[in-house]
């Protein structure tokens, strides 16, 4: 290996300076500018210019009914999606990994979703919920359950955009454990045939520990996005958060205070607060995954 | 256990990896599956295992048929050749997994691991994971895993060619005291004639998927069947030289060798690089064209036919490249085999 010097620095930055140049414009100065923005009562974005410096926006936030609203929404959903749809793609990714023919066929398909812009998507799932010739209500009806007001009725509307967010984030999270099974090798599955392990011991005591750092890094970035929901929200219910605002969430209330409400200090303050929520919890979870992810 | 194959073919679909084998494994001994890479051994192997399944033939141990017997009804310890150790459990935890598997009590699956341990002396280690063990520990790790469910048969796939040279020289002594000690019939699979020699009871050599010879290693060495088992057995390896029976006897480089009672033909003459005697007096004086020490012994390189010949001597007589040596035979290291590869027994 090569000591790190001056010149060769120089000539790294030199080669990265093209993405740090975008980051750093889109992404570092914007987050910055963000939390400047979020201490001012008042401020002009196009001017820079604000008035009355202090945490009034924060308070506001947080007493602000809708944001604790959509703080109580993000938290179900993200609590609901996150190991839901982990459980599904890991169970997904173990049935896609079995011998059958046409393998290749069935990796594709699972894939197609992820490609899929999320806002189609959502209109697929608007006709889907849709009470009257919705698919889920037909199915539903099968079982004797009576038509449900997916979209319409307040007490669905969360329920409805949990569905959509599992779904939504199965295609990648699939693929991802799909690669993660395939990198495991073969000998221990043979080892553990040979040695009479039941199909459930070999998920739980062979595929699940030598997969664990993948299901942590799912787990991770998947808590992440759930906090972040907003596309799955748009997607569902167009320019409303829900009827009643029951499927607000916080990155919804954030564009809602920005555009709708055009107090760009109040957006910035909240914004500031998802991003303590997201990087605590990022922290905590990473602290436990060092001690609990195997090898 | 005795296992015993017969008429047993698996094909794959570009190839017959194993083509109508009948091969009777000794009970309680150790048995060397010996050949070349793609000979067919692990196959044999896999399919002892139930891993893969036969294309026909049958597979018996004793006499009860195990051809269709899913792996885990088998009751064998399979050793793999890169240990398939899990790799977040430590050695205790991957001796116990097969009885914690058969829902032995842990308690019982402790005592058991530990004296496992000790058999394969790695009851120090138990707390360790593969990643901090050596390659030697690993493969004792997994020799006890695959032992501690008392199996009927023992295989082992290479459990030796992922070690160093002093260390497998160390396990394969390790592998025959266990072996020794327990009792239990034991199949290992190699590529190294050496090491199925120094320690096999048995040895099963296949070429191309085909079975070659059974036999014990002193046996096989001294009366190989064909060509190729002498030529893969022995190091330095056996010379060939192509040579002519005329009346009983063969002439090569101005040796006599008898063959009193077979016809005149063409013969392959094998001669071991042992079966060389420095003799002075000897009518037959070669140059030496080249040579290797080895400390204990020097091999020389002189020209029988065409090609140089192998000449194995003790170091103690001096010797330089461009030196005439005086050479005379034993009989004991002559083979002959006809154009065919077959042996000619004289």
Do not use: C
């Given at each position: 290996m090569f000591e790190p010097k001056w010149k060769t620095t120089l000539k790294a930055l030199l080669y990265l300076s093209p993405a740090l140049i975008i980051i750093a414009t889109f992404v570092i100065y914007p987050m910055f500018?963000?939390?400047?923005?979020?201490?001012?009562?008042?401020?002009?974005?196009?001017?820079?210019?604000g008035s009355g410096f202090g945490l009034d926006n924060y308070q506001e936030v947080i007493t602000d009914g809708r944001f604790i609203l959509a703080l109580k929404n993000t938290t179900i959903y993200t609590i609901v999606v996150v190991p839901v749809s982990m459980?599904?793609?890991?169970?997904?990714?173990?049935?896609?990994?079995?011998?059958?023919?046409?393998?290749?066929?069935?990796?594709?398909?699972?894939?197609?979703?992820?490609?899929t812009n999320l806002i189609?998507?959502?209109?697929?799932?608007?006709?889907?919920?849709?009470?009257?010739?919705?698919?889920?209500?037909?199915?539903?009806?099968?079982?004797?359950i009576d038509t449900i007001m997916w979209l319409n009725d307040p007490k669905y509307s969360l329920p409805a955009l949990i569905i959509f967010g599992i779904w939504s984030g199965l295609a990648f999270k699939i693929v991802v454990f799909l690669?993660?099974?395939?990198?495991?090798?073969?000998?221990?599955?043979?080892?553990?045939?040979?040695?009479?392990?039941?199909?459930?011991?070999?998920?739980?005591?062979?595929?699940?520990?030598?997969?664990?750092?993948m299901i942590f890094y799912i787990g991770i970035i998947s808590f992440i996005g759930a906090?972040?929901?907003?596309?799955?929200?748009?997607?569902?219910?167009?320019?409303?958060?829900?009827?009643?605002?029951?499927?607000?969430?916080?990155?919804?209330?954030?564009?809602?205070?920005f555009y709708g409400a055009n107090e760009p200090p109040i957006a910035a303050a909240a914004s500031v607060i998802l991003f303590l929520i997201i990087l605590i919890f990022t922290f905590i979870q990473l602290r436990v995954s060092k001690r609990r992810v195997q090898y | 256990m005795k296992v015993r194959l017969e008429n047993l073919t698996k094909a794959f679909e570009e190839v017959i990896a194993v083509n109508d084998a009948t091969i009777e494994f000794a009970e309680g001994k150790l048995t060397g599956l010996l050949g070349p890479s793609g000979c067919g051994k692990s196959t044999t192997l896999y399919l002892i295992a139930g891993l893969f399944r036969a294309t026909s033939g049958k597979i018996f141990f004793d006499n009860e048929d195990v051809t269709k017997m899913q792996p885990?009804?088998?009751?064998?310890?399979?050793?793999?050749?890169?240990?398939?150790?899990?790799?977040?459990?430590?050695?205790?935890?991957?001796?116990?997994?097969?009885l914690i598997n058969q829902k032995v009590p842990k308690k019982e699956a402790k005592i058991k691991a530990k004296k496992m341990a000790e058999l394969v002396h790695i009851d120090e280690l138990l707390k360790r994971k593969p990643g901090q063990m050596s390659g030697g520990?690993?493969?004792?790790?997994?020799?006890?895993?695959?032992?501690?469910?008392?199996?009927?048969?023992?295989?082992?796939?290479?459990?030796?060619?992922?070690?160093?040279?002093?260390?497998?020289?160390?396990m394969r002594e390790e592998i025959k005291r266990i072996q020794r000690e327990t009792g239990v019939t034991t199949i290992f699979v190699t590529h190294d004639q050496e090491e199925a020699m120094s320690i096999s009871d048995q040895i099963v050599i296949m070429k191309d998927g085909f079975l070659q010879q059974v036999a014990t290693p002193r046996e096989m060495y001294d009366n190989p069947v064909n060509e190729f088992v002498a030529k893969f057995l022995g190091n330095p390896p056996i010379n060939m030289v192509h040579s002519k029976i005329i009346n009983g006897m063969i002439k090569v480089a101005g040796f006599d060798i008898e063959a009193k009672g077979i016809e005149d033909r063409d013969v392959l003459v094998g001669i071991r690089p042992e079966a060389?005697?420095?003799?002075?007096?000897?009518?037959?004086?070669?140059?030496?064209?080249?040579?290797?020490?080895?400390?204990?012994?020097?091999?020389?390189?002189?020209?029988?036919?065409?090609?140089?010949?192998?000449?194995?001597?003790?170091?103690?007589?001096p010797c330089e490249k461009g030196d005439t040596v005086g050479l005379s035979l034993r009989m004991g290291g002559i083979l002959l085999f006809d154009s065919e590869g077959q042996r000619i027994y004289v």
């Open positions: 500018r963000s939390v400047w923005i979020s201490f001012f009562r008042d401020y002009n974005i196009f001017k820079h210019t459980a599904i793609a890991l169970l997904s990714a173990v049935l896609l990994n079995s011998k059958m023919k046409g393998m290749k066929f069935f990796e594709t398909l699972y894939f197609l979703p992820y490609i189609a998507i959502g209109l697929a799932f608007q006709f889907i919920f849709n009470s009257t010739y919705g698919i889920l209500n037909k199915v539903l009806a099968l079982f004797g690669a993660g099974i395939q990198g495991i090798n073969k000998q221990y599955y043979q080892a553990a045939r040979i040695d009479g392990t039941s199909r459930w011991r070999t998920f739980t005591k062979i595929t699940m520990p030598l997969l664990s750092p906090f972040k929901t907003y596309v799955q929200v748009v997607g569902l219910y167009g320019n409303n958060p829900g009827p009643a605002d029951t499927a607000m969430t916080i990155v919804y209330y954030v564009y809602d205070k | 885990e009804k088998r009751g064998i310890g399979l050793v793999f050749q890169n240990y398939a150790l899990y790799p977040h459990m430590t050695a205790e935890q991957n001796i116990m997994f097969p520990q690993q493969q004792r790790v997994a020799i006890a895993r695959a032992l501690v469910k008392e199996p009927r048969i023992l295989l082992l796939d290479e459990p030796l060619s992922n070690l160093d040279a002093r260390l497998r020289l160390e060389f005697k420095l003799d002075a007096n000897s009518p037959v004086q070669l140059d030496v064209q080249a040579f290797e020490y080895f400390g204990r012994e020097t091999l020389l390189f002189v020209n029988l036919d065409d090609d140089l010949s192998r000449v194995l001597i003790e170091s103690d007589f």
